[in-house]
């Protein structure tokens, strides 16, 4: 059986992950590299690497912290922020990223979807896109959840899909950062539009809100999450020992002292 | 030496880099004397089934794998590489594979008795059908990452484990010196990894 998976995601400034509170104050948590290695030990699903620098010199610390990344740690990265071309999923695929998140750059060019799914594969297109409230709709959102699109975003989710996007990311601006629970609301109403698998982000504050995000829409795929994870307030091997106690099919890793013993 | 074979298809830096990490010398190339001198052969792909045999010919590398696996050289199709190891795929059309493995690659989607997300994308649990060398480090029900929209049908004896999905899908595949791995074991881990040691230590 598939499993649901639990993703942490790195937001990367300056080759330093740091992560903000609806969508500010940013703070510094730790070393990239070095926190990729943990999530991988603590048996983290998969990893998000979203570079959220503006600089040049920033960029050229990005991928050299993915490069880095993907040659110790063997599990699928996604790599997002700054991708407005083609050239650019080039850039991180060339770096070891198995999957390129777009976000703004496919709402200013929504040929990017097609675009880079004909060239790497549907698998390797990650639409993310922060929705929100406006009027009872279901509004997306640019520029990191600063600006209102004006667009319909179960609109934009379905549209993306037949793009070719592989996967959606849905990030829930009115629950990000405030750990009272994943947006459920938002994400049934996104799952009732796409059959691309689903990751859901914004809004985890504790181990019961990842039960109720997997027992409450079975169309979700994974729940993603950062500053829960990065502060040890949610660790990963409880948070997924407790799901798979809940029936929830997890991927368990076995004890590293197990795999020592034989390698 | 593993011979990474280079033929234009997909991302082989973590597969490259998974080995190195092991300790197991390897080179990523599309050079046939290297490939033609290579103690084990791994032949990775993602994308098109026609596209990725297109360009092992256009290469020319479909003879020289083709005849380094009749020599009895250990050969691991990984994802589409694995793919490309059988009879012939159904992928847009009808195309002639390597074979060196009974079987044929179909859609998933017509076969699914329930309505299931295709890709079938994520980590799956293995069942150990036929324990073989690819399964001798790791346990039933160990998980494993897939991506993949094609899967291999009536492979017979050759099938060493599998993942339900509807189907069963075959995961691990083996006609003697020539296996594959539908998943990608150098995204999946340490499990991944133990798969690709027992490859590259006793194949």
């Known amino acids: 059986m598939i499993s649901k998976r639990i993703i942490p995601c790195l937001d990367v400034r300056n080759g330093r992950v740091v992560k903000g509170v609806n969508f500010e104050g940013i703070q510094d948590v730790a070393d990239p590299v070095e926190m990729a290695r943990f999530y991988n030990d603590s048996g983290a699903d998969e990893l998000v690497f979203y570079d959220i620098t503006a600089s040049f010199e920033g960029r050229g610390l990005f991928t050299d912290i993915l490069r880095r990344t993907a040659a110790e740690v063997f599990i699928p990265l996604t790599v997002g922020g700054g991708i407005n071309e083609v050239a650019d999923f080039e850039r991180v695929l060339a770096c070891g990223a198995d999957k390129v998140s777009v976000n703004s750059g496919a709402i200013r060019n929504p040929g990017l979807i097609e675009q880079a799914a004909r060239r790497y594969g549907n698998q390797c297109v990650v639409l993310s896109m922060d929705v929100k409230r406006v009027g009872g709709q279901f509004r997306l959102f640019a ?23 592989g996967e959606l990311v849905v990030n829930s601006i009115d629950t990000d950062g405030v750990k009272n629970g994943f947006d459920l609301d938002m994400l049934r109403a996104v799952a009732a539009r796409v059959n691309i698998p689903i990751i859901a982000s914004g809004g985890a504050g504790s181990m019961e809100h990842f039960k109720a995000l997997f027992l409450g829409e079975e169309k979700v795929d994974a729940g993603l999450a950062a500053s829960i994870f990065h502060r040890r307030e949610v660790p990963i091997a409880a948070l997924k020992r407790y799901l798979a106690d809940e029936g929830i099919p997890m991927r368990i890793i076995r004890q590293r002292e197990e795999n020592s013993n034989d390698s | 030496m593993i011979a990474i074979i280079d033929y234009g298809v997909g991302n082989l830096y973590s597969l490259s880099h998974s080995l190195t990490h092991l300790g197991v010398e390897n080179a990523v190339t599309s050079d046939r004397a290297l490939i033609g001198a290579a103690d084990k052969l791994i032949l990775p792909g993602v994308g098109a089934f026609g596209d990725a045999r297109k360009r092992l010919d256009d290469c020319g590398l479909t003879e020289v794998i083709v005849g380094r696996a009749h020599a009895g050289i250990p050969l691991l199709g990984i994802c589409l590489g694995m793919q490309l190891l059988f009879e012939k795929s159904f992928e847009y059309g009808e195309h002639e594979g390597l074979n060196l493995i009974p079987g044929q690659v179909c859609p998933i989607q017509a076969d699914l008795p329930r309505p299931l997300k295709v890709p079938h994308i994520g980590w799956n649990q293995l069942h150990i059908v036929r324990p073989c060398l690819l399964t001798r480090d790791i346990a039933e029900g160990d998980s494993v990452y897939y991506v993949h929209s094609y899967y291999a049908k009536n492979v017979g004896d050759c099938l060493m484990a599998s993942s339900e999905y509807g189907v069963e899908v075959p995961g691990i595949v083996q006609k003697d010196n020539v296996y594959g791995a539908q998943f990608h074991p150098e995204k999946s881990g340490e499990i991944g990894l133990r798969i690709l040691r027992a490859f590259a230590e006793g194949a």
């Open chain 1, 143 to 165: 520029k990191g959840g600063r600006v209102d699109t004006g667009i319909d975003a179960l609109e934009w989710a379905h549209a993306g899909q037949e793009r070719g996007a």
